[in-house]
């Protein structure tokens, strides 16, 4: 298979496989960041939502789309377990993890087409989902390193969890970019994000349109929702730049046009920065993106009309 369709919005010369392959080598970084920084839990949280993920996948798609027989084994599955799992805080339990690998791999994922089909992001609305369901459950920013290393019963304790992230606002530049703070579990490094996103770049398998217009809009927006704080602290600290790359980023669920990956990046930095102020982190920045998943077709679609219309304007100048 040399070409597959993504979504409704672009065929690639790139297979499936390939391209969730390189985000999956993508997000080792912050793997890697997570289980040297946080443990047993982020080890356990990583492998258990992904296999998961993977398991309720195949599952699923043999019985929803049992007429569609693949000829590759759909490791999108993996991809989206690990990046649900960085965007959890530590302490989090296995109780809660189930409940969103579940809603994302079967709601938004197979009910919506499957692999390389799916509108929205399974991750995004796999995380936002325990946010609205559990939270009181799910806040628990633990500290990591040293003797928290081999730290576990949070894992299978389903009581209210307690502890606040850490205020990044008293951190020095160094301390924010090295992720050396309670946060969820792989976005706080922005180190780790940024190589990831390198490597797709190189690769071929993410665009950078709605990424740094997302970024770049973000700054403005949010000076305006949210003049007393900080933007750089809130860049580096927040999560924005893990979503940018491995949400924004992503081929199957974001425009594949420029103007369209742009314009979309800009109204997913004004919701988030609308959003800030009255609703949790996770809620505004994750909502967004859902949004702009679900307007993509639209979106694409206007931006390959006005760039059609453009073209025949020109040939009929010519003419």
Not at 80 to 97: E, K, N, R
Not at 159 to 186: R, V
């Amino acid at each position: 298979m040399n070409d597959r369709k993504l979504a409704p919005f672009i065929h690639t010369y790139k297979n499936a496989p390939y391209i969730y392959l390189t985000i999956i080598v993508a997000l080792l970084p912050c793997v890697f960041y997570s289980w040297f920084y946080y443990g047993i839990r982020a080890i356990v949280l990583t492998s258990v939502s992904a296999i998961l993920f993977s398991v309720s996948d195949r599952t699923f798609s043999k019985i929803v789309h049992a007429h569609n027989d693949k000829d590759y084994y759909d490791i999108s599955s993996v991809a989206s377990g690990v990046i649900f799992a960085m965007m959890l805080p530590p302490d989090t339990s296995l109780i809660v993890v189930v409940t969103g690998v579940l809603f994302g791999s079967i709601v938004i994922k197979q009910l919506f087409g499957g692999a390389g089909s799916n509108l929205l992001n399974p991750a995004a609305g796999a995380r936002l989902i325990v946010e609205v369901l559990y939270p009181s459950h799910i806040t628990g920013f633990a500290e990591g390193g040293g003797e928290h290393w081999f730290d576990f019963m949070s894992l299978v304790s389903f009581s209210q969890t307690t502890g606040e992230a850490t205020d990044c606002s008293k951190l020095s530049f160094l301390e924010l970019i090295a992720g050396n703070y309670s946060g969820f579990i792989g976005t706080a490094c922005v180190l780790t994000a940024l190589l990831g996103c390198v490597f797709m770049v190189i690769k071929g398998t993410m665009r950078l349109y709605a990424p740094i217009s997302y970024l770049i809009s973000l700054g403005i927006f949010y000076q305006i929702f949210v003049p007393e704080g900080t933007f750089v602290v809130f860049l580096l600290s927040s999560g924005v730049v893990f979503v940018a790359v491995f949400m924004l980023g992503d081929l199957t669920t974001m425009p594949s046009r420029f103007a369209a990956g742009a314009f979309s990046g800009l109204v997913c930095a004004f919701l988030t920065a609308v959003l800030i102020s009255s609703q949790s982190l996770v809620i505004a920045i994750l909502t967004p993106v859902l949004a702009v998943n679900f307007m993509s077709f639209v979106i694409d679609y206007f931006a390959k009309t006005l760039s059609r219309r453009k073209h025949t304007s020109r040939e009929v100048d010519v003419l």
